[in-house]
């Protein structure tokens, strides 16, 4: 089975994006530094498994404490 190089590339870049998207909104709840966070979920979905694995570890996460 041959693999196409531009489709597999059109994949994880828009997989970088939905992960981007969906980290950025689950980080700005979870943590101290949610660019960060954002940063590091999106570049590990170069390699799909860690992106989705990073992503699922940011969603478990405690959420902060409410600011009062």
Sequence with gaps: MN???TLLGQF???LMIIVGVIAWR???RK???PVLVTAIC???CRFPP???L???LVALKQDR???S
């Design 31 to 33: 943590s101290e530094h």
């Design 65 to 67: 404490p409410a600011r």
């Design 26 to 28: 689950l980080a700005r």
């Design 50 to 52: 860690f992106g989705l």
């Design 12 to 14: 994880i870049a828009l």
């Design 42 to 44: 999106t570049l590990l």
């Design 3 to 5: 693999i196409n190089a």
């Design 54 to 56: 990073a992503l699922l």
